[in-house]
């Protein structure tokens, strides 16, 4: 019975157009088929996929966005970082770099607010150098406040002369309140502006490091007299200032585990001359030339950035 009932299903698939036995009897469903299809493509599109990418963004003010350079994109410490780090992973980092030249750290946090960072959110690190304006800004304000200088009439003060002189004196009197008022506002704002952008940040971005750069001192070597203080220098004025600033960034990142503090003041005080656009390095008052108080880092210092962030970066992952 079961011989005579194959051989009749044979001669059906004859009939029929099939060309084997097989195709009723030993072949794989059409379920089974499209899965195997479907791993096939699912192998081929995972083989043929481009190389994953890296992210560095960085955030801060014009010391980050390369200010001053020739070609700013390729010359910034970012740049420089991301080409060291793809060499070391054979991964290509990329630069994302949303600094803003003029910014304080209000300035970064509006920023952040207004979505700037894209690509924040898939961050392999995240570098932050912010704070320098926050003393630069007051002290901006206080040189187009006060009154220039006033030339002494070698035959005598009249009195028109010396009502003059005491306007002037009154007013770079009033002007240092100001800058005095402003700085200790810059200095308050500080670690709550950096809570804020933390919070930010690790609102989308969980994981990645955070590299918290100090601030360089551009005016150490320079020894003009300070406006605001007579009995000290200028250069010793501006290291007063950057020195508490630098103790707030330090205490910050000291206060989080995920926030790395990262000393470049310190190979930039090694170097000499210290590498900045501006020329206080062999500035004097003899000189004649005309002083340039362009603190900004040139192509030298930007490397000296990117060279002091790598080892830490490289320990860290």
Not at 21 to 33: A, H, I, P
Not at 158 to 175: P, Y
Not at 218 to 230: G, Q, R, T
Not at 297 to 304: A, E, H, I, V, Y
Request: glycine letters at 6%; one cysteine or more; aromatic letters at 6%.
């Amino acid at each position: 019975m079961k011989k005579t009932m194959i051989a009749a299903c044979c001669a059906a698939l004859l009939l029929t157009g099939c060309t084997s036995v097989r195709d009723l009897f030993g072949s794989k469903s059409d379920s089974q088929k499209a899965q195997e299809s479907a791993a096939a493509e699912t192998t081929v599109t995972t083989t043929s996929a481009p190389p994953p990418e890296h992210v560095l963004v960085t955030l801060g003010d014009s010391i980050s966005a390369g200010y001053g350079l020739a070609d700013a994109k390729k010359e910034r410490y970012s740049a420089l970082l991301t080409e060291k780090l793809t060499i070391r992973d054979g991964i290509e980092w990329v630069d994302c770099n949303y600094a803003v030249s003029g910014d304080d750290s209000t300035d970064l946090l509006k920023r952040l607010n207004d979505g700037k960072a894209l690509r924040l959110p898939s961050a392999d690190a995240v570098v932050i150098c912010i704070g320098a304006n926050n003393l630069l800004g007051p002290y901006s304000d206080y040189l187009k406040n006060a009154k220039g200088s006033f030339q002494i009439n070698p035959e005598g003060l009249t009195s028109d002369a010396i009502g003059e002189l005491t306007g002037i004196l009154e007013k770079n009197k009033q002007a240092i309140e100001t800058l005095k008022t402003d700085l200790e506002a810059g200095f308050a704002k500080m670690p709550t502006d950096l809570q804020a952008a933390y919070e930010f940040i690790r609102a989308r971005n969980a994981d990645a490091p955070i590299y918290l750069l100090n601030i360089y001192d551009p005016y150490s070597k320079l020894k003009i007299d300070n406006p605001v203080n007579p009995d000290q220098s200028f250069g010793d004025y501006s290291g007063e200032l950057l020195t508490r600033m630098n103790r707030i960034i330090k205490d910050y990142a000291d206060a989080h585990s995920d926030i790395t503090y990262v000393d470049i003041a310190k190979p930039f005080a090694a170097t000499d001359p210290i590498p900045i656009l501006g020329n206080v390095n062999n500035y004097s008052i003899t000189s004649g030339t005309l002083l340039n108080f362009d603190p900004h880092p040139n192509l030298s210092g930007q490397k000296l950035i990117a060279d002091t962030l790598y080892p830490v970066i490289d320990a860290a992952q």
